[in-house]
């Protein structure tokens, strides 16, 4: 009997593309603008904690479930003061092992099989392999191009998201700032959602992780903080993306104590823990004055004007983020129309690599002609990208 290579759940699922795209800039030698990581380390003083808690014996064996209380701490107060959110860090605070287990394990937790899950499309790939692995139906609801007061942007259609909610629909897939688009949902999108929310009892698991990268005044505003939504949310948040040590993979969620034990349950059975010298050193990076999260958005915004400049030189039409470390951009300006096509060509054309938005789309066609590129490198890594592209034009 032959077998299936695959669960069917996830037969759909090969290889990322950010796993084809990296391998494809180190075989051509490309600047890789595709997979979003920085290419320089956060603090100093935050891995300088992370090497004191390996030499002290913190957290080289298993650290508690939950999370080292230190670090539980520090994730209430940061929402505590950031949002007026108030958590208890021993029943309402989860570190996981970073953002990805966390979106796993509250899906995997919240979710049964038939249930539909609403999500932002285009959306981060992982969502609809977690979808996928508890059982659940994704339900794509589009962000469209538009143009808006400061440009070419996205927006979200509320008649459009009310219409896809059924009597089968369990919970809403929130990311803002959001990825790839670097749209930043507005107070009255957010109200909206918390209403309909609220209306057809419906959680939300909402992703976070670039809360600290919004840009020209962009308010970042948690769904939780809304009007009786604090005990329908699961809010996901990141260390990587904030203080540039992706690797190191400390995720958390907070949420009420029913949904925490839900998704801690989940959790468990996936890395049980993880990361433990890390946590502690997190737990000191929380604290850190605002002049650290204020310099990153600054010095971000200027390597985002850099490299959107350069793109819409080159011939590309950007879409100029609001958050995020990611610029997308409309190829059709340049005679193409296939994101696939155009980023496996890139490298020998430019040197560059970059990544096509369709495959963060279900409907592939709603995203063929645009391309992301991430903008967290150094500024003469992104000057050298920039000067290569303009070989397009």
């Not at 959001?178 to 909206?192: C, D, F, I």
């Not at 950007?318 to 060509?345: H, M, N, Q, W």
Request: charged content about 25%.
């Amino acid at each position: 009997m032959t077998r299936p290579p695959l669960n069917r759940r996830l037969a759909e699922f090969g290889t990322t593309i950010f796993a084809e795209m990296s391998a494809l800039a180190a075989r051509t030698g490309s600047i890789n603008l595709g997979q979003g990581f920085p290419d320089t380390d956060g603090p100093e003083e935050i891995r300088e904690a992370a090497v004191r808690a390996l030499r002290d014996g913190r957290g080289n064996q298993y650290p508690p479930g939950p999370g080292v209380p230190e670090l539980r701490s520090a994730i209430a107060d940061h929402q505590r003061e950031r949002y007026g959110l108030g958590y208890d860090p021993d029943t309402e605070v989860l570190v996981t092992a970073g953002a990805t287990e966390a979106i796993a394990a509250a899906l995997l937790a919240l979710v049964e099989p038939g249930d539909e899950v609403i999500a932002l499309e285009p959306y981060y790939d992982s969502y609809a392999a977690c979808v996928a692995m508890a059982g659940g139906t994704r339900v794509p609801v589009t962000l469209r191009p538009a143009e808006g007061p400061d440009g070419r942007t996205y927006v979200l259609d509320l008649d459009e998201l009310r219409a896809a909610v059924t009597d089968r629909t369990r919970l809403i897939l929130l990311n803002t700032p959001h990825n790839p688009t670097g749209t930043v949902l507005t107070r009255a999108e957010l109200t909206a959602v918390a209403e309909l929310a609220v209306e057809r009892d419906l959680l939300v698991v909402t992703d976070e992780v670039y809360e600290h990268l919004v840009f020209d005044g962009a308010e970042h505003l948690p769904i939780a903080s809304l009007p009786d939504m604090r005990e329908r949310t699961v809010t996901i948040g990141s260390a990587g993306k904030t203080f540039s040590f992706t690797g190191w993979k400390v995720g958390w969620i907070t949420a009420s104590p029913e949904l925490t034990s839900a998704v801690r349950s989940a959790k468990q059975f996936l890395t049980y823990v993880s990361s433990g010298p890390f946590q502690y050193a997190i737990a000191e990076a929380l604290r850190l004055p605002a002049a650290y999260f204020d310099g990153l958005r600054t010095e971000l915004a200027g390597k985002r004007d850099l490299l959107s400049e350069g793109l819409a030189q080159a011939g590309f039409g950007v879409f100029k983020p609001a958050g995020t470390y990611f610029v997308t951009t409309d190829i059709r300006p340049l005679g193409a129309e296939d994101g696939f096509a155009f980023c496996r060509s890139l490298p020998e054309r430019a040197g560059v690599v970059a990544i096509p938005n369709a495959v963060f789309y279900d409907h592939r066609e709603a995203g063929a002609p645009f391309v992301r590129f991430a903008f967290c490198k150094r500024t003469e890594v992104l000057e050298e990208a920039v000067s290569r592209l303009k070989r397009l034009a």
